[in-house]
């Protein structure tokens, strides 16, 4: 059971340049959402999706979009990289959006914007 | 606001010495309680959680936590730490129902000595 997949895990960006971090999951799982964790700030909800076609925003989601065309995959895109988006991306899905449901974790992709 | 709090930035025990890794929180109603692990280079895995019952809840890894409502807290403990409990520790609150409300803690980082 391979559970949340992230590709890249490492990557490197210039200014301006755009990119699709990519996430899957083989759970079946409903929710999904993308966080960034940056030192000293602990993790940010960037957006989040509660189900195929259905996405909404999370607390930093200006520069980034998102879109959930299936229940397993759920890629950010990066429209004009900046050095402010660097940062480690997690990807993370649960199989509801109802409090207390457990949430399991990729592993993670460290991006830097030179 | 609603806020979590983990007072210790960093942690330093060793091997065989037992483990306190606090974590307050303010929330208006009865919150979902998560303890998260973060290991080097991985993502977050749940350690426990709580949302109703015994306020002594048991995780994965020989770690506890216990909930206090009077005193706002929800405190990780293990009796004997193990090298490989060194690690990032998060504390998250939840709300029921609402899933993408996950209020996340800067972290704990514990580092364990030989």
């Known amino acids: 059971n391979a559970g949340v997949t992230q590709t890249p895990k490492f990557q490197v960006l210039k200014t301006g340049q755009s990119m699709t971090l990519q996430c899957a999951q083989d759970m079946n799982h409903e929710y999904m959402s993308w966080y960034r964790q940056d030192p000293g700030m602990g993790l940010r909800l960037i957006h989040y999706?509660?189900?195929?076609?259905?996405?909404d925003q999370g607390e930093v989601p200006n520069g980034y979009n998102v879109s959930r065309s299936t229940t397993e995959d759920f890629p950010l895109r990066l429209l004009s990289a900046a050095p402010s988006q660097t940062s480690v991306y997690f990807c993370?899905?649960?199989?509801?959006?109802?409090?207390?449901?457990?949430?399991?974790f990729g592993q993670g992709t460290r991006l830097t914007v030179v | 606001a609603q806020s979590v709090t983990q007072p210790d930035i960093h942690i330093t025990v060793s091997e065989g010495a037992s483990l306190e890794l606090r974590c307050n929180y303010s929330?208006?109603?009865?919150?979902?309680l998560f303890w998260y692990v973060q290991s080097p280079g991985q993502g977050l895995q749940l350690l426990l959680k709580?949302?109703?019952?015994d306020t002594l809840v048991q995780g994965i890894k020989g770690f506890e936590a216990e909930f206090k409502r009077s005193q706002s807290s929800f405190n990780l403990r293990k009796p004997s730490v193990h090298w490989s409990d060194a690690a990032e520790y998060f504390c998250?609150?939840?709300?029921?129902?609402?899933?993408?409300?996950?209020?996340w803690g800067l972290g704990t980082s514990l580092a364990v000595n030989p």
């Open positions: 929330y208006g109603a009865t919150p979902y």
């Open positions: 998250a609150v939840g709300e029921a129902g609402n899933n993408r409300k996950l209020i």
């Open positions: 993370a899905s649960s199989y509801s959006n109802q409090g207390g449901t457990e949430a399991f």
């Open positions: 709580y949302f109703s019952g």
């Open positions: 999706s509660v189900g195929a076609g259905i996405t």
